[in-house]
C-alpha cells in the first residue's frame, strides 16, 4: 500500500504519524535516506519501528509500502506477474516494483519468514547498484531517486 501517495487535493496535508524519538534513529534514517542505503530495523513487536517508518515517510515526503514476510511470500507478490484481465495478458507489478519504480520508501516487514529464494531478488537494490531485475520481463529496473530498502525484524533472528 502506498500511503504517502494519496492525492493532496485542495491544500490538505496529511497529520504527521506522532513518533516520539528516543535516541538519534531519526538522524541517523535521514543520512541513511539521503544516501540511499537500505536500513535494519530490530526490535520487539509494539516497539514502534512501523511508526518510526511513517513518521520518517512523511517527514521526507515520500510514500511507504509495506510488505509483510511471511513462508507463502512469492518473488512474485514482490516483482510482479502476468495476470489475465478481460481476455488480455497484462503485466501487473509486484509492491516492490512499484516502490522501486515510484522512489519510495519499501518496508519487508518480518521478512526473515520469507523462503530464501524469494528475497534473494533484493540484494542488487542492497548495494552499489540499487537495481531490481524483473526477470519475466528481461529487464533490470534502477531504483527511482528516493527508493529506500527498509528491512524490520522482530528480535531473536
Known amino acids: 500500500m ?3 501517495s494519496r492525492t493532496r487535493a485542495a491544500g490538505h496535508v496529511p497529520k504527521a504519524p506522532f513518533y516520539k524519538t528516543v535516541g538519534a534513529e531519526a ?3 535521514r543520512a541513511a535516506a539521503r544516501r540511499g542505503l537500505s536500513v535494519l530495523l530490530k526490535g520487539p513487536t509494539g516497539s ?3 511508526r518510526f517508518l511513517e513518521a520518517m515517510a512523511h517527514e521526507l515526503g515520500r510514500g511507504l509500502v509495506t510488505v509483510a514476510g511471511h513462508e507463502d511470500l512469492t518473488s512474485a507478490d514482490l516483482v510482479g506477474r502476468y ?3 478481460g481476455g488480455e495478458t497484462v503485466w501487473v ?3 516492490l516494483t512499484r516502490a522501486v ?3 519510495a ?4 516487514d518480518e521478512v526473515v519468514e520469507a523462503r530464501q529464494d524469494t528475497i534473494v531478488v533484493i540484494h542488487p537494490l542492497t548495494d552499489h547498484r540499487r537495481e531490481l531485475p524483473v526477470d519475466r520481463l528481461g529487464t533490470s529496473l534502477r531504483a527511482a531517486p528516493g527508493f529506500q530498502l527498509v528491512i524490520s525484524c522482530n528480535p531473536g533472528y
Open 105 to 108: 520508501i519499501c518496508c519487508l
Open 27 to 29: 538522524e541517523v534514517f
Open 83 to 85: 495476470l489475465l484481465k
Open 101 to 103: 519504480r515510484t522512489g
Open 93 to 95: 507489478d509486484g509492491l
Open 48 to 50: 514502534g519501528k512501523t
Open 2 to 4: 502506498l500511503s504517502n
